[in-house]
Nanobody
């Protein structure tokens, strides 16, 4: 059974950086995509970034391109989301999700989810 555990959220001021982690277990994750989503209060869960576990290919939402970076550490079975130049609009619960063979920007396409970690950007 695939399990995902996020960590690293917190309360930060605008402009600073934060790194989230997603520890994955229950599979070799070969040919899987690990994707970060976020959900702000009253809004739908939205795609942030994804990475191919096998190739390391990455894709980003336009809203975070150039500020966020997704990476993986195969030895630790962990995916990271480095978030730089944080803005108030980045405030949300951040979730990682796993999907086999392909990625999707739609949250309903994912079966496996972590419990989420809260990121609050406020002065």
């Amino acid at each position: 059974q695939v399990q995902l555990v996020e960590a690293g959220g917190g309360l930060v001021q605008p402009g600073v950086s934060l790194r989230l982690s997603c520890a994955a277990s229950g599979s070799t994750f070969y040919n899987w995509f690990i994707t970060w989503f976020r959900q702000a209060p009253g809004k739908e869960r939205e795609f942030v970034a994804t990475i191919s576990w096998t190739r390391g290919s990455t894709y980003y939402a336009d809203s975070v391109k150039g500020r966020f970076a997704i990476s993986r550490d195969n030895a630790k079975n962990t995916v990271y989301l480095q978030m730089n130049s944080l803005r108030s609009e980045d405030t949300a619960s951040y979730y990682c999700a796993a999907r086999y063979l392909t990625y999707s920007t739609g949250a309903p396409q994912y079966k496996y989810w972590g419990q989420g970690t809260q990121v609050t950007v406020s002065s």
